[in-house]
């Protein structure tokens, strides 16, 4: 068992002191900003207010045509005294102005405004940069009231990308590898990456497989810690070598270039960038476009030597413009909906220390690594069942049971002495039988029958099981991108079409099992069947769990139909948290409750964006469903799946437009409307022990409070009142706040270093800093891999360039979630760790994989499902990285 972790963190060396470098600077000039949102804003049709100069499209332009740019400020072209471009030297005018001139012709190409656009441009000719040295404090940051470090806001943007750079200048050597890697530098919208370059190259059958080493490179800040952090993650990145692309619709794909600078060949600077573009298909063009802001179709018209490729030419040969076509590279970037990549995902714990290693090298001696991690608790885990190894079947057996016999019993809670209805709906005969087995196995049945009409009875419950021919209704939806009515249409027929064959039901609700093809079957956006299915059946009043349709990619069919079977148990509300095991001294009557907000994107069904909170509450004692989620509208607890059908058929329209989401709330009124719901929560659940669970990723931008520049310990906060201490909301109530990596690597990776030179592994349990304080409040949950995932050497290493038939290349490494766990208020003879190693524990349950998140928390996310409509992705899992 590991003794300490190591978090790929970093934060400012105190003995370094202030790090100050001379920089030099140039502002967006006041006149350009005046004349270039005037012509920028000429045709703007959108009722919202103009949304300013699309500057990140220039931005990009000059880091392609300047090599010796370092960053650009953000917020610069709406404030004229905010630093703009930072450079070592003055970037040269004739560099500067050729590209800045060609982003203004277009901005308004249209020959409407070609007038406008002429003038505009005499006088941006007129009004060269101007430019100046700054002491730029790179370590600055103030401390919030509450103790917390408040970087100064340009370090966001500024510090990623200038690391990126110091470190792409420092050759990197992987164990076992025969030549250094080179990374180049990528800017991000939150932070900067680095890409190995040229990419790695695994050939398999007589076709080469590319990919690189991506390090993310992000600034945050840590409750109640005066000093910044800077998370450097690490991964694979794959490129796109199969002909042709498939660009998934809807979602675009990243474009990677490698640029020589158009006018000056013998300049003598080292590429350390590349720049990103995004294609995308644009249904008006009927053919993916340049979109967002990409750069590339400007410099196309700066560099008059050079051929630069259009989407279609990237589609239509990656490979040929991934080794290069006239001193110009490209690369896109593989994604998961392209489908499947020879290389696999993620880096092993060993590899990850090496790279980490190399970072901590090249930041010296500016920041230091952020002190490792000890354990926190001494148990790890709840009360499960044990793991006995097949070599004892007596023991499995007599494990199994229990298991079984514990299953029986929670499903016993939620039926309220009601039969147990289930459909199994399926389009091939094989699926049918899996699904029967697996269910069959998870409750003891023995003997399944026969025909399409099952009945079961055993211990103490009376299960029905009714199965049928999937037919038409698995089918792609008959929908069209330019005919809105059309598309609403045919969702409200496949809701229909369900809803008239399976009856509605009465009493308890029922489970419904459905097969249908995977996403890839429904290439076309707006033909998935699998909402208007989960509405259809919800309107019969029984819960759906989809399984996809076999084939090449997919599991094991018995294993699919385990998980299948088990997800639709928990959509009944049949799981309960497993007993903790933090202490004897806890209140017996403890709950658990956990906040989600739901945020549903703006689209042609919903016309708008908007955003609902799920609050679920789990009582583990209660032998009459433990699980429940509040109504709102009822202001009332509801048994978990009744909640769920309630979602979907009060939460969304027959169209699936956002019916219960009020269609003209602003921003501000929707997050005053959260705040409400928090609060009357809170209310409900002052009469017992109450720890409450909230994720800050998903909940701050409707709770501001739970910004970490305003947390005060033992305090909560809303908007337009002063802070009140926890005891006015309960004096039994306790808050973790919790944080994952959030798309945005808000927590940092993390290995644990072996022993006597060993090989890097991982180490479950809850951490704390070694130089934590007595008053700790902040602690690090990490879980085990999957026992369902393979078993990995850790040892095993991507970056060597060796080749072969078992190369490593081709296997997936896991990286167990790591959560922040941060016990915001308890009173105050508690001890914080006891809490925060119950919100650890409830992410291990018996049926389950580690949970990404705690189970009342991973129950309050998996109810969106029942309200967006965008399909969603189950996660129970960490993400592999």
């Known amino acids: 068992m590991h003794s300490l972790i190591t978090p790929c963190a970093y934060e400012p060396d105190p003995e370094h002191g202030p790090w100050v470098e001379d920089l030099h600077v140039t502002t967006f000039a006041e006149q350009w900003r005046t004349e270039l949102t005037d012509l920028s804003a000429l045709g703007w049709r ?70 406008a656009t002429r003038r505009v441009l005499d006088a941006v000719r007129e009004t060269e940069p101007e430019w100046s040295t ?143 573009n995004t294609m995308k298909f644009s249904a008006a063009e009927g053919r993916c476009t340049w979109r967002g802001h990409s750069p590339v179709e400007i410099i196309d018209e700066l560099d008059i030597v050079r051929r630069y490729p259009k989407p279609e030419d990237l589609i239509a040969d990656p490979r040929a413009w991934l080794t290069g076509q006239g001193g110009v590279r490209a690369a896109v970037v593989h994604s998961t909906a392209m489908g499947r990549h020879e290389i696999a995902a993620g880096l092993m714990p060993g590899e990850r220390a090496d790279l980490d290693n190399w970072v901590e090298a090249g930041l010296r001696p500016w920041l230091r690594r952020v002190p490792s991690l000890e354990r926190a608790f001494r148990v790890t885990k709840p009360v499960l069942l044990p793991k006995v190894p097949k070599t004892d079947p007596v023991r499995r057996a007599e494990v199994d049971l229990r298991a079984v016999s514990a299953r029986r019993e929670t499903l016993r809670t939620v039926l309220a002495g009601e039969p147990l209805h289930v459909d199994i709906v399926t389009a091939y005969p094989e699926t049918r039988e899996h699904l029967l087995r697996q269910l069959a196995l998870l409750l003891g049945v023995t003997d399944l029958g026969e025909g399409d009409l099952r009945r079961w009875s055993v211990g103490g419950l009376e299960i029905d099981v009714l199965l049928s021919d999937a037919s038409f209704l698995a089918t792609a939806l008959k929908t069209s991108s330019e005919a809105q009515l059309e598309d609403a249409e045919a969702l409200r027929a496949r809701r229909a079409a369900v809803a008239a064959r399976y009856p509605r039901r009465a009493g308890r609700p029922g489970l419904a099992l459905i097969e249908i093809p995977g996403a890839d079957r429904f290439t076309v956006p707006g033909t998935d069947p699998k909402l208007a299915l989960r ?31 088990r997800d639709g148990l928990r959509q009944l509300g049949a799981v309960s948290a497993p007993a903790h095991r933090a202490g004897a001294g806890l209140p017996a009557d403890l709950q658990y409750v956990a906040l989600w907000v739901v945020r549903k994107q703006a689209t042609a069904k919903s016309k708008r964006a908007g955003r609902q909170l799920i609050a679920v509450r789990v009582r583990p004692a209660d032998t009459e469903h433990p699980v429940r989620a509040w109504d709102d509208r009822l202001q009332d607890w509801l048994p978990y799946a009744d909640f769920l059908l309630s979602l979907a058929t009060g939460g969304l329209a027959a169209d699936g437009s956002a019916s219960g989401i009020r269609p003209f709330l602003t921003v501000e009124d929707e997050r005053a409307d959260i705040e409400r719901r928090v609060r009357a929560i809170l209310f409900q659940v002052r009469d017992r022990p109450t720890l409450l669970l909230v994720n800050a990723g998903n909940l701050r931008d409707s709770w501001r409070w739970l910004g970490n ?33 959030n798309s945005r690597d808000e927590v940092p990776q993390w290995y644990a270093p072996g022993k006597d030179n060993d090989t890097p592994g991982f180490g479950v349990g809850l951490w704390a800093s070694q130089e934590a304080l007595p008053d700790n409040r902040v602690f690090a949950s990490t879980a085990d891999v999957p026992k369902n995932f393979p078993k990995v050497p850790r040892g095993l290493r991507k970056l060597t360039g060796e080749q072969g038939p078992g190369h490593a290349s081709t296997v997936s490494a896991w990286n167990p979630q790591y959560l922040e766990l941060t016990v915001l208020g308890c009173p105050r003879e508690d001890e914080p760790a006891v809490w925060a190693a119950i919100a650890h524990q409830l992410r291990f349950h018996d049926d389950y994989v580690p949970l990404a998140r705690p189970l009342p928390m991973h129950l309050a996310k998996l109810a969106e499902e029942y309200l967006s409509p965008q399909s969603t992705t189950t996660d129970r899992r960490s993400d592999p990285t």
């Open 46 to 115: 959108s009722r919202e207010p103009f949304a300013g100069l699309p500057v990140r499209k220039l931005d990009s332009l000059l880091r392609a045509v300047a090599p010796g740019m370092l960053a650009t400020g953000r917020g610069a072209a709406a404030d004229s005294s905010v630093p703009w471009l930072y450079a070592r030297e003055p970037l040269p005018t004739d560099v500067v102005l050729p590209a800045f001139l060609s982003w203004v012709a277009a901005l308004r190409p249209e020959s409407e405004h070609l007038a």
């Open 134 to 276: 700054c002491a730029v404090e790179l370590s600055g940051t103030d401390v919030s009231p509450g103790g917390t470090a408040a970087p100064h806001r340009r370090l966001y943007a500024l510090l990623p990308e200038l690391l990126a750079l110091r470190l792409a200048e420092r050759p990197f050597q992987a164990e076992g590898a025969a030549t250094d890697m080179c990374f180049r530098a990528v800017r991000l919208e939150h932070g900067a990456e680095l890409v190995s370059w040229p990419p790695e190259t695994f050939r398999k059958n007589g076709v080469d497989h590319r990919y690189s080493a991506r390090l993310g490179i992000t600034l945050h800040t840590v409750p109640f810690s005066p000093s910044f952090r800077v998370h450097v993650s690490s991964g694979i990145r794959r490129w796109s070598t199969r002909s042709p692309v498939w660009v998934p619709g809807g979602r675009g794909a990243t474009v990677l270039f490698d640029l020589p600078v158009p006018w000056d060949e013998e300049s003598g600077e080292s590429r350390l960038r590349l720049v990103g």
């Open 535 to 565: 509405l259809g059946f919800a309107d019969s009043r029984r819960v759906a769990q989809f399984i996809q349709v076999a084939d090449n990619e997919t599991a094991d069919p018995a294993t699919r139909a385990e998980a299948a079977c």
């Open 709 to 741: 520049g305003t947390l005060v310990r033992d305090k909560l906060g809303f908007a337009g009142e002063p802070d009140q201490r926890l005891g006015a909301f309960g004096e039994d109530l306790r808050v973790v706040l919790i944080r994952d990596r």
